[in-house]
């Protein structure tokens, strides 16, 4: 019954390597989100996907490729992985709307070495 | 651009002791204010959302309270399970290419002795 699943939890890979993390939000919201923790713990958002419509793109490398195929599933493919991109990244969900909270699933430890 | 600042870093209580966590925020218009707990390992957990200055929210131990730069988050008489790190976070009254997104601010890491 998890609410904002990802996998994999842990994710360990060498610089130049592409990789991919997956979500799915089975709490029925139209909104997702990919958000970045980085060591110092400060979570900013990257990108938000409204019903499969890229709505949020913030200042990214454009190695970051999110994909949304339905709006229950948002996945975030990274290229050519640098030591920088080492961080723990969470997804999230909402309703999108005004006021409404979003529901984050536990993240994906990423470490590139 | 939006700014959340929250303070103190860490704050290490004795079980009962209660305390105050401080965020302050700076946003062109605050649609909302959210505080999330997050223990080590998970993702952050929705615990309250604050509309407008003078709004107060409790929840067993907590409560929040909101004025027209800051926030509070009141812990009376803390057990140890309550150790977590506070985050605060705003939602901004922006424009549509800015969405919904939600401003957070480094948190407080709270550690509560028995």
């Known amino acids: 019954d998890t609410a904002v699943s990802q996998t994999p939890k842990y994710l360990v890979t060498q610089m130049g390597n592409d990789k991919s993390i997956k979500c799915e939000q089975n709490l029925g919201h139209d909104t997702m989100y990919w958000y970045k923790q980085d060591s110092k713990k400060f979570l900013k958002i990257m990108f938000s996907?409204?019903?499969?419509?890229?709505?949020i793109n913030e200042t990214v490398p454009n190695r970051f490729s999110p994909k949304s195929p339905d709006k229950a599933h948002l996945n975030l493919h990274i290229n050519s992985l640098e030591l920088g991109d080492s961080a723990v990244y969470f997804c999230?969900?909402?309703?999108?709307?005004?006021?409404?909270?979003?529901?984050f699933g536990n993240g994906t430890r990423l470490t590139v070495t | 651009e939006d700014q959340v600042t929250q303070s103190p870093e860490a704050l290490r209580l004795q079980e009962g002791e209660s305390s105050s966590l401080n965020c302050s925020y700076t946003v062109s218009g605050l649609r909302g204010l959210f505080w999330y707990r997050q223990d080590p390992g998970k993702g952050p957990e929705f615990l309250f959302t604050l509309y407008s200055a003078g709004e107060e929210k409790e929840k067993e131990r907590l409560k929040a309270t909101l004025t027209k730069k800051e926030s509070f988050l009141h812990i009376t008489a803390p057990k140890p399970e309550d150790s977590a790190t506070y985050l605060c976070?705003?939602?901004?009254?922006?424009?549509?290419?800015?969405?919904?997104?939600?401003?957070f601010g480094t948190g407080t890491r709270l550690a509560v002795r028995p």
């Open positions: 976070a705003v939602q901004a009254v922006l424009d549509q290419s800015s969405g919904d997104k939600l401003t």
């Open positions: 999230a969900s909402g309703y999108g709307t005004p006021h409404s909270p979003l529901h």
């Open positions: 996907y409204n019903n499969k419509e890229l709505i």
